[in-house]
């Protein structure tokens, strides 16, 4: 039975469309919506709007969590960073790993099909341990510096055509993964390459070259910041910056399409495009307000009777990515409750009936590990709902966003008391509420919190309901808090339940604001 079975597969590689397909997908860094795809009329990606047009775009793809390790973690092992493990960034002093028993698509596709499926990971890889995410093929940051083989596209080029012939001359279905590291910000670590490392490669003195990206650039007194973010010429400078990178990821994308081409392969694979979380902007990356979790999503498929140059408003979370590769490559699904994604390619032959209570779901709990901020959200096509579990502690901010221009600006203008066209305070961003409830479509930037609107009530309690049965099938350990602690031993093995603190019988002191900013060191 088993043999008859990978009959089938072998067959793939040579065209025959009733066979697995092949899995090619394409992971941005930090990236949003910054493609003329989706509508951005001064950033130029030809290679993404020409991938569009033969694909399906998603307009209401989401990440369920705002950050790079647990996002990345997400896609392969289907499971939420609160299930999975993957609680922050794996890399140096942060060293968070998914569970021992967490699987992954590389493991389990070798598993399940016995080998027959060559799995292979390029460029930005950023999850562990090892043993959770072995890919047969692996040209990662763990074997070179992560600008050489995450934004050095020539370079990215030659291990794909590698792995490429790999899989043609083994006749093997394959799932790739190519990681870039654009746009991700590098002016904490190598100011002297840029903000986004745009000059890096650019043939700029002193730069370096990459021989396959023609940089772009752009003067930035031309470009309109986009209305969630600060209206300043720091903005715009940025963004200029941000847009000549993005330039180097859609020329990327190119040549990682040309690259299947000429292999043969491209009638026979499904490539996906999307990014892992927002932009390192304010309100994006690590945070679970809209620009921090509303993701890309382009798929092409290579069956003729599927959609093509079409939108979709399909809700779709990257959850979603690790039963749709496994679809594509014929392999069923764990029976696990944590992996709570379905396939969407049934929505690539029919676009699903829509619902005003299709929802996804977010949880995030770290990004650094100094950055303890656990969060839970639910979002359907009209309201959010974000659960601040540690609401009596500052919103933290990350290395790199912290000495970003934006956030200095922004850091500046209130420390000396300047006005700053935001619409936003910083104190606002520090301080939230436990709950914050939003008419996403009378409020997108999220201005006007509903929770405590007797107005709201009954959309505030039912949604309550829906994020913690989410949490309860997922297995959050954080489901009890932060009022109650969860008991689920002992006892209450056959029964969990969450016993009180007593927070609501406490006179909780306001708490003190900070004023004291010359305490410390102010970089202007």
């Known amino acids: 039975m088993q043999l008859i079975l990978w009959i089938v597969p072998l067959l793939a590689i040579g065209g025959c469309s009733a066979g697995p397909q092949n899995v090619l997908l394409l992971l941005a860094d930090d990236a949003g919506f910054e493609s003329g795809a989706y509508l951005n009329k001064f950033c130029q990606t030809p290679n993404l709007d020409a991938l569009a047009k033969r694909g399906l775009l998603f307009n209401n793809a989401f990440t369920s969590v705002s950050s790079c390790s647990p996002s990345r973690s997400q896609l392969l092992t289907g499971e939420a960073s609160h299930s999975s493990g993957m609680y922050g960034l ?37 999850v562990g341990a090892a043993s959770n995410f072995r890919f047969d093929f692996e040209q990662t940051e763990e074997q070179h510096s992560i600008n050489q083989i995450g934004r050095n596209i020539t370079r990215m080029k030659e291990y794909a055509r590698q792995f490429l012939k790999q899989a043609k001359d083994e006749q093997k279905p394959f799932f790739l993964l190519v990681g870039f590291h654009d746009p991700h910000r590098c002016g904490h670590i190598t100011p002297q390459f840029g903000e986004f490392c745009e000059r890096w490669g650019s043939g700029e003195g002193g730069m ?7 940089p772009i650039y752009y003067d930035w007194r031309n470009l309109e910041v986009p209305a969630w973010l600060p209206d300043t010429d720091v903005v715009r400078q940025e963004l200029a910056a941000q847009y000549m990178t993005i330039s180097r990821l859609d020329q990327g994308v190119g040549v990682m399409l040309r690259e299947l081409e000429a292999a043969g392969l491209s009638d026979d ?10 932009p390192p902007f304010p309100g994006g990356r690590t945070n679970l307000y809209e620009h921090g979790i509303r993701s890309p999503l382009i798929i092409s498929s290579p069956k003729k009777e599927d959609r093509r140059h079409e939108t979709s408003a399909a809700m779709v979370s990257l959850l979603d990515i690790y039963p749709t590769v496994l679809d594509a490559l014929q392999i069923p ?22 619902k005003e209570s299709d929802s996804v779901f977010g949880s995030h ?3 650094e590990v100094t950055m303890a901020y656990p969060m839970r959200m639910v979002r ?19 290395q790199d966003f912290y000495t970003s221009p934006t956030f200095q600006q922004i850091l500046n203008a209130t420390i000396h008391k ?23 479509k009378a409020d997108p930037l999220e201005r006007s919190n509903l929770a405590e609107k007797d107005k709201f009530s009954g959309t505030l309690k039912q949604l309550k309901q829906q994020l913690f049965d989410w949490q309860v099938a997922t297995k959050d350990p954080w489901r009890c808090a932060p009022h109650a602690v969860l008991q689920e031993q002992g006892v209450f093995k056959d029964q969990p339940v969450c016993l ?9 002191p306001r708490r003190k604001i900070l004023s004291q900013y010359e305490e410390y060191v102010v970089l202007s």
């Open 90 to 126: 794996h890399q140096g002093v942060h060293n968070f790993n998914v569970l021992p028993e967490t699987g992954s698509l590389p493991n389990l596709l070798r598993d399940q099909s016995g080998g027959r499926i060559l799995s292979g990971i390029i460029g930005k890889k950023h």
């Open 500 to 508: 009180t603190l007593g927070h609501e019988a406490l006179n909780r």
């Open 333 to 354: 699904k764990p029976n696990d409750t944590k992996i709570a994604g379905k396939s969407i390619l049934p929505v690539l032959k029919e676009e699903p009936s829509i």
């Open 380 to 398: 359907n096509r009209r309201y959010k709902l974000i659960h601040n579990i540690n609401y009596w502690a500052d919103f933290p901010i990350d």
């Open 208 to 214: 370096g070259s990459i021989p396959d990206w023609k």
């Open 418 to 440: 300047q006005p700053l066209p935001w619409y936003r305070s910083l104190l606002q961003y520090y301080q939230r509420p436990e709950w914050e409830l939003y008419d996403i």
């Open 269 to 278: 694979t499904l490539v996906i495009y999307t990014s892992d979380n927002g």
């Open 365 to 367: 709990n770290y990004h």
